[in-house]
């Protein structure tokens, strides 16, 4: 039996740009024990797409061992979410090809570059940490009530 793991709106949007910008690229494939949603060969990049379910604190640890896995193997690891496909996925484009642009080797230099922080990323942190805040003020909440 022959296992083809779905593709999301948003990843098929975003494979559709790439596309039109004639860059070669895979959809998921496995790479040192991950599957990914997208991998450019020629840069050794690596291309996520995060959905709802990445919000959680569970996803987010695996996200991150996935992440350190890969960059230490040397490749690059960009993520975009939904909404940012969504809502400009043109924009998105235009992150790979800087960061292509950027590399005039096609080495597996991308493990030196520092990814841009993703504001969601940031929001997200803050929201968990005001709610561990208020779970140790008030550990038993309102649940159950």
């Known amino acids: 039996m022959w296992y083809e793991p779905a593709k999301t709106s948003a990843q098929k949007i975003l494979a559709a740009k790439l596309q039109a910008e004639k860059i070669v690229f895979y959809e998921n494939q496995q ?22 379910y990445h919000l959680s ?15 230490a193997a040397g490749y690059h690891v960009l993520r975009f979410t939904n ?15 800087e960061l292509i642009a950027g590399h005039g080797q096609r080495i597996k230099e991308a493990e ?20 561990q805040n208020k779970e140790k003020k008030d550990p038993g909440g309102d649940r159950g009530q």
Do not use: H, N
Not at 40 to 52: A, M, N
Not at 87 to 96: F, K, L, T
């Open 57 to 71: 604190t569970k996803q987010q640890a695996k996200d991150l061992e996935k992440d350190s896995q890969l960059r």
């Open 83 to 97: 909404a940012q496909i969504y809502q400009d996925g043109s924009r998105c484009v235009q992150e790979i090809k």
């Open 31 to 52: 790479l040192e024990g991950w599957e990914v949603d997208i991998y450019i060969p020629d840069y050794y990049l690596v291309v996520e797409v995060d959905g709802f």
């Open 112 to 131: 030196r570059v520092e990814a841009p922080k993703q504001l969601w990323q940031d929001r997200l942190a803050e929201l968990k940490e005001q709610m």
